[in-house]
Nanobody
Framework: QVQLVESGGGLVQFGGSLRLSCAASGVIFRFNTMGWFRQAPGKERELVAVITNFGATSYADSVKGRFTISRNNAQNAVYLQMNGLKPEDTAVYYC???????????????WGQGTQVTVSS
């Protein structure tokens, strides 16, 4: 079992910044992928960014150049720095964990409880 606890969401104005954090605990395998997904009302959960334990990253086209994912393997933590926020970034953001690689919204092993990000125009 892996527990994921997110923090850092909130309300921010257009163009502002937020930093999300996710702490993982439990049985953490050395080779894993962690990431962030988001879900807006009436929409499917979508990938934002993922990062492997080796540091390889992948981003949704909509956030490239604005968001940066990073992680601290020693602390089993993953972060999402969000700059240049837009109203369309408004969603519940979920931390995710998968043993191995190729993390997607359909094959995640564990999810956090989610944190709300709201961007006002």
């Amino acid at each position: 079992q892996v527990q994921l606890v997110e923090s850092g969401g909130g309300l921010v104005q257009f163009g502002g910044s937020l930093r999300l954090s996710c702490a993982a605990s439990g049985v953490i395998f050395r080779f894993n992928t962690m990431g962030w997904f988001r879900q807006a009302p009436g929409k499917e959960r979508e990938l934002v960014a993922v990062i492997t334990n080796f540091g390889a990253t992948s981003y949704a086209d909509s956030v490239k150049g604005r968001f940066t994912i990073s992680r601290n393997n020693a602390q089993n933590a993953v972060y999402l720095q969000m700059n240049g926020l837009k109203p369309e970034d408004t969603a519940v953001y979920y931390c995710s964990y998968r043993t191995g690689t190729s993390l997607t919204a359909r094959n995640s092993d564990y999810w956090g409880q989610g944190t709300q990000v709201t961007v006002s125009s």
